[in-house]
Structures are given as C-alpha cells and as structure tokens.
C-alpha cells in the first residue's frame, strides 16, 4: 500500500487533513509536482521494477518534497545479520505458516528481504532517480530501515 499525503490547508493547526488512497505504485493516478510526501512501508521490496516506483514518487512530489520509505534490510553486524537469516528461514515460516496455515508465504518473505538492495545501495537507488539527500536510519539493529530522500 503506497500512501500519498498532500496539505489541504496552510493552516496553524496542529492536525493537517490527508487522503490516503490505494494505487499502483508503479502508475500513480496523480498529476506531476502534486504531493508533498510519499510515504511506502514493506512494499519496495515486492514490486517487479522499484526504480520505475521511484520515478513515480519523484514524479509526483513537488519541490523540497519528502520521499519516506521503510523496508526490512539486513544488520550490518556479522553475528546479528546471522542470526536475523536464520530467524527469517526457520522461525518466522514455522510460526507463521501454524498460526496462518499459508507456510509458503513465510518462506517467500526471507526470500524478499535477503535480495532487496537495502542500506546504501537503495539510498543509490533513490538518488538515481533525481532524489537528494538518501539517508537509511536503521531500526532494530538494521532489521528494517527507514529511507528519507528529497526532491530539490
């Protein structure tokens, strides 16, 4: 689910009104220079082609625009990294597959998250696209990350 938030109002209030709606990541119903964040969570990762949903979001956010995504990645401590594959191989389908009943789809998940070029290669990424200032901010020991880019 990609969410799409734009000001309505310049307001002083604390509390700004957005509208989330459900789109295609890769075609986004919305016009050029339009928003003022885009926001993505545990979704990068499963799409075909994510530097044609980059475009997109530099597409769609106006200047000085943020671009924030969030995406399982690796730790880059060797012992930790060890132990967060052999958790997302074993434990995580097991627990999930008996809880859900679909085993397969917690198998995939490792699968995702192993191959996603996550930390600097994704802030390349997001920089290859027109966006400035690709940060990670990595959570959890780097279990998943936080992406924070700009459109100049």
């Known amino acids: 689910m990609l969410a799409i938030a734009q000001k309505k109002t310049q307001s002083r209030e604390l509390m700004i009104p957005v509208e989330f709606k459900i789109a295609d990541a890769q075609e986004l119903p919305f016009t050029d220079q339009s928003m003022d964040v885009v926001t993505m969570a545990f ?29 399982f ?6 012992l930790l990294k060890v132990l967060d594959v052999v958790y997302l191989r074993s434990v995580v389908p097991l627990l999930g597959g008996l809880v859900s009943g679909n085993f397969a789809a917690y198998r995939y998940l490792n699968k995702t998250i192993e191959k996603f070029p996550y930390g600097e290669r994704f802030c390349r990424m997001l920089e290859q696209v027109g966006l400035k200032d690709a940060r990670a901010i990595p959570l959890f020991g780097g279990v998943a990350s936080i992406y924070l880019a700009e459109k100049v």
């Open 43 to 71: 979704g990068i990762r499963n799409v075909e082609n994510p530097i044609l949903v980059l475009k997109e979001i530099y597409r769609v956010l106006k200047p000085e625009g943020k671009a924030m995504i969030l995406e």
């Open 73 to 78: 990645s690796l730790p880059s401590n060797f």
